[in-house]
Each structure stands twice: as C-alpha cells, then as structure tokens.
C-alpha cells in the first residue's frame, strides 16, 4: 500500500533526516509552518508507518570498522529455509544486514570489521558453520556512498 506524502510531509521528513533530535519548533520555524501542524504531520507519518523510529547513524570507521564488505550465499538444498539461515548470519557480530535475494545466489550480506584477519576468521568461519551454507563469495567495498534514498530501510 503506497501512501501520498505531500511537500510538506517531504520537507518535515528532509529536516528529521538530517537531524531527528531537532524540535518541533525548530522545524516549524524552517519552514514557516505552524508548530502544531508540524506535529500533527509527523503524528501522522509515525502512525501510517513512514518514520519507524528516531535513531541514530553510527560512523564504522571512527568504531575502528574500516572495512565493509558484501558476502554473498548459497544455501545447499531446496529444503533449506532461508529466512532460519538469515536470521542465524544476523546474529553475527559485524553484520549490518542481510537479505534474501534472486538470482545466482540466496543470501546477501553487508558487513564491516576492523580488518581483513577479523573478517576471515570472524565473518566467514562463523557463516561457514551455520547449517544449510553450501558457499561463499566475499567482495570488499573500497568506498561508500549514500544515495538519495539512502534513509529509507
């Protein structure tokens, strides 16, 4: 179910995205807005499910996590349950994400570790322990770029 968000919903939304702890009036002020109306629309967005939570985004490398890569799955069998194996690789530490994916391979993982020893011997031992794994494929990001749509998960 897609759901119309209008110019001021994006602009509310572009302020939290750049600071979600900013408050309500400040926002207001921004934008020329009433204050109320700023928070009656962000009401809004939370109970129609466009903003999930506030947060905040931690920085991998000051955390001494320079290395992010993308480790690719398969899983062996058809009577393998990809979620359950999914689920066991997010348990890991250093792992940012996971996703089942189409194609030539099941599972797709983003990682970071302080190096590349921690990612062998952290990351792949680990993933290669987990029932249903049959093999691995590990490409290593040199660099890392947001997009526009870069806050949307």
């Not at 001021?8 to 309500?24: N, P």
């Not at 189409?102 to 062998?120: F, Y």
Request: net charge negative; charged share 30%; hydrophobic share 40%.
């Amino acid at each position: 179910m897609s759901i119309d968000i209008d110019e001021r919903d994006e602009a509310i939304l572009a302020h939290l995205e750049k600071d979600a702890r900013q408050t309500t009036q400040a926002i207001a002020d921004a934008l020329s807005m009433p204050r109320v109306t700023v928070h009656d629309r962000i009401r809004r967005l939370k109970e129609r499910g466009v903003i999930r939570k506030f947060t905040i985004e931690k920085d991998a490398r000051a955390l001494g996590l320079n290395l992010r890569s993308f480790i690719f799955l398969r899983c062996e069998g058809h009577q393998i349950d990809r979620r359950k194996v999914s689920e066991a690789v997010s348990c890991l530490d250093y792992v940012v994400r996971c996703d089942i994916i189409t194609g030539d391979w099941d599972i797709l993982v983003e990682a970071v570790a302080p190096s590349m020893d921690v990612l062998g011997d952290s990351i792949l031992d680990e993933i290669s322990t987990i029932e249903g794994i049959g093999a691995t494929q590990t490409m290593v990001s040199f660099y890392h770029y947001e997009g526009k749509a870069g806050s949307i998960r």
